[in-house]
């Protein structure tokens, strides 16, 4: 019964025995883990005698010395077992080969300049011996390519834009019997320009581009691209309205100042203010303006309506460009005599509308700047300086007379001012510094 041996048991319960069946089997050989050869531990130091703030003394038992109660590690015990701990991350170089330094994501510096060199140089971005600038009629060329190759309607618009301000500027000489050819050739070449701008502005404005109709409206209105040059008003008016109904608003102040004056249609108030309340409603000066002053005097069959004129006039002042500087100097005339019941004197703001007036460019306003400081009006002191510098502006800018009814100031009337004028501290001195 118990002669029969029970075959022994293999060491893993998983693992198959192949020692059964296969001669070549070979066991492996028991790992032996008392024939490791570790190195020796290094001796420890004999613990001495802690010094304790107690007053009562333990005696130390040998059989439990090994036991440290205190927290803090020994150094050389800590630095041995820092040793064998395993590190994260830890390469073990061979020390044989080549050490390779440490990839770094920033590049390496760039060598320095030589000392007898300059710190920057820009040598390289100096142009070649055949650089230079394209000719006036080069780049017209260039923005003609540009301007056939797009079907964007507002960049052709500013090359028929680009064309009627060359044309401004070709150079025509003075007649002499010598440069009749040269005259020709001018007069030719501004046509052609004229005549190609006109001729794309009515392709565009036959598509229904508004900023186009306008323009070329204008330019009909001031004889550019009509018969010798005369205004074609007939043509500009049907423009004017066209581009007013794409909501234009220059357009329909234009179209309304057309229908108030009769050019090119019939003379229609009601039509007018129609036109002129459209521009309004888009903030437009001109019309704001036109406006005020008919509520005010009870014109384009208005009734006179004063506090409605001085709204409409304030708005338009709050708007006020260089090209409508009106409504400006009109307010500042009322501040300066008032209307009962609506606007009340006011001196110091009527200097203020007609300083800003003036810096606008508009030339009654600076007329009678010069006038108030030169006699010392309205409040304002006697400052020959301030009066010469407004009236210099309607001596230097002959801009700024157009609608302007008074003198024509001269050289001499301004040098006819009174003697304290000239020899004023204000007045620049050789070595000095002053307005003039």
Not at 12 to 24: C, V, W
Not at 79 to 105: G, K, M, T
Not at 155 to 166: G, K, L, N, S
């Amino acid at each position: 019964m118990y002669g029969a041996q029970t075959p022994s048991r293999p060491n893993s319960f998983y693992s198959p025995d192949f020692s059964q069946g296969d001669p070549s089997y070979q066991p492996q050989q028991q790992y032996n883990r008392q024939q490791r050869d570790y190195p020796s531990d290094a001796p420890r130091r004999p613990r001495q005698a802690r010094p304790s703030n107690s007053t009562v003394q333990y005696p130390v038992d040998a059989a439990y010395d090994d036991y440290d109660h205190d927290d803090t590690p020994d150094p050389a015990q800590q630095d041995a077992e820092d040793f064998y701990a395993p590190q994260p991350n830890q390469q073990y170089l061979d020390p044989a080969l080549p050490q390779r330094r440490p990839h770094s994501a920033r590049g390496p510096s760039p060598p320095p300049p030589p000392s007898n060199g300059p710190l920057l140089d820009h040598s390289h971005l100096r142009p070649g011996n055949q650089a230079s600038l394209l000719s006036y009629e080069q780049t017209l060329e260039l923005y003609r390519a540009n301007a056939k190759k797009t079907q964007n309607p507002d960049i052709q618009f500013e090359f028929a834009v680009f064309m009627i301000e060359a044309s401004k500027s070709v150079h025509i000489p003075d007649p002499t019997p010598g440069n009749v050819v040269e005259i020709e050739k001018a007069l030719e070449k501004r046509d052609n320009l004229i005549h190609e701008a006109i001729a794309l502005l009515k392709r565009l404005a036959d598509r229904g581009h508004p900023e186009s109709q306008y323009f070329l409206a204008d330019c009909y209105a001031n004889g550019i691209g009509t018969y010798k040059g005369r205004q074609d008003f007939d043509r500009a008016y049907p423009l004017f309205v066209l581009a007013a109904k794409h909501g234009h608003p220059d357009a329909a102040y234009r179209a309304g100042t057309c229908c108030e004056n009769g050019w090119g249609c019939r003379r229609e108030s009601a039509k007018a203010l129609q036109f002129f309340r459209k521009a309004s409603a888009a903030l437009h000066p001109g019309a704001m303006y036109r406006l005020g002053i008919a509520e005010l005097n009870g014109e384009l069959g208005l009734s006179k309506r004063p506090r409605e004129g001085v709204k409409w006039l304030k708005r338009s002042a709050e708007h006020a460009t260089a090209e409508f500087p009106h409504a400006l100097h009109e307010l500042s005339l009322l501040h300066e005599n008032g209307i009962y019941n609506v606007v009340f004197v006011d001196t110091e703001y009527a200097i203020e509308l007609l300083a800003q007036a003036a810096e606008l460019g508009y030339g009654p306003s600076a007329y009678r700047l010069g006038e108030f400081y030169e006699y010392g009006k309205l409040g304002c002191p006697q400052d020959p300086a301030l009066s010469i510098h407004y009236y210099f502006r309607l001596l230097f800018y002959p801009s700024l007379r157009i609608g302007f009814g008074g003198p024509d100031f001269s050289p001499q009337y301004l040098l006819s001012l009174d003697a304290h004028v000239r020899s004023s501290s204000m007045i620049r001195r050789p070595g000095q510094k002053g307005i003039f």
